[in-house]
């Protein structure tokens, strides 16, 4: 299975590194929206996008270069890091997932970790979740990853 993911990591790396675990489990190989070619995603069986958490959205790096995406047919997912928990109304992923089915994709899931991070007011605290992802998020985003390889 040809498998692809775009990851916008910018920050403390914490979303490549889920991207990395990602990819083994997948035998994917993983680029940047910038690396990303279009016509390579219409020709893989399953794209991942990914991004850290941005003021309670992906970043706009990530959301852009789908935007521009033509038209397609395919198999994707979604991932994030944040350094907060999601609340329940405002779901960090589900944006990017509507505009991936717009553009003709099925989207077969999402998953979401905690992640070191140092926004404005954690920033005097040295950030928070210093230790995230850790290996037990790994394994999940690894097992999640899997779980992928198996739907039809």
């Not at 990602?22 to 990303?36: C, D, F, I, Q, T």
């Not at 991942?48 to 003021?55: E, H, I, K, Q």
Request: charged residues 20%; contains cysteine; hydrophobic residues 45%.
């Amino acid at each position: 299975m040809k498998t692809i993911i775009v990851c916008a990591s910018v920050s403390h790396g914490n979303t490549r590194r889920v991207a990395d675990t990602m990819a083994r489990a997948l035998g994917a190989k993983v680029v940047s929206p910038e690396e990303a070619d279009p016509a390579e995603l219409a020709g893989a069986d399953l794209v991942g996008f990914g991004s850290g958490v941005f003021y309670s959205r992906l970043h706009p790096r990530l959301t852009d270069f789908v935007k521009a995406l033509p038209l397609t047919r395919g198999r994707a997912f979604v991932f994030a890091t944040s350094g907060l928990p999601e609340i329940a109304p405002v779901s960090f992923t589900r944006p990017l997932v509507r505009l991936l089915e717009g553009k003709g994709f099925a989207v077969d899931g999402s998953f979401l970790c905690r992640a070191f991070d140092t926004w404005a007011p954690f920033k005097l605290v040295g950030g928070i979740n210093k230790q995230r992802p850790n290996a037990g998020d790994l394994a999940a985003a690894h097992a999640f990853a899997e779980g992928l390889r198996e739907l039809p």
